[in-house]
C-alpha cells in the first residue's frame, strides 16, 4: 500500500513557477514508478510526468516538455514537479501516482494522491 498527498499547488501569474510535492507512505515507494497527472474542468486526466523508481529516466507530455521537470527523492519517499513559464492553459488539478511502470496510461496507475489545485492568471 501506497498512500500519497500533494502539496504547493496555488494561485501564479503566467510566466511564473511553481513545485509540486507529493509525499508518500509506506515501505515500497522506491519500488514504483511515479507520475503526474492532471485534470481540468470539464476535461479528462491527462499525463504529465513520469519517472522510473531509480529516477534514471523521466518522460513528459509534449505540452509541458522543457517547461515542467520531475524528479524524486527515495530516501524522502517524495517526488516532485518543478513548474516553469506557467501558461493558463496549464490550469488544472494535479495528482500524483505510483505505478509499476512510467507509462502515459492513467489505469496503469494503482494509487493516488488527493490532487492539488494550480491556477495561472493571464
Known amino acids: 500500500q501506497v498512500q500519497l498527498v500533494e502539496s504547493g499547488g496555488g494561485l501564479v501569474q503566467a510566466g511564473g513557477s511553481l513545485r509540486l510535492s507529493c509525499a508518500a507512505s509506506g515501505r515500497t515507494f522506491s519500488s514504483y514508478a511515479m507520475g503526474w497527472f492532471r485534470q481540468a474542468p470539464g476535461k479528462e486526466r491527462e499525463f504529465v510526468a513520469a519517472i522510473r523508481w531509480s529516477g534514471t529516466s523521466t518522460y513528459y507530455a509534449d505540452s509541458v516538455k522543457g517547461r515542467f521537470t520531475i524528479s524524486r527523492d527515495n530516501a524522502k519517499k517524495t517526488v516532485y514537479l518543478q513548474m516553469t513559464t506557467l501558461k493558463p492553459e496549464d490550469t488544472a488539478v494535479y495528482y500524483c501516482?505510483?505505478?509499476?511502470?512510467?507509462?502515459?496510461?492513467?489505469?496503469?496507475?494503482?494509487?493516488w494522491g488527493q490532487g492539488t489545485q494550480v491556477t495561472v492568471s493571464s
Open positions: 501516482a505510483a505505478g509499476r511502470a512510467p507509462v502515459v496510461a492513467v489505469y496503469a496507475y494503482d494509487y
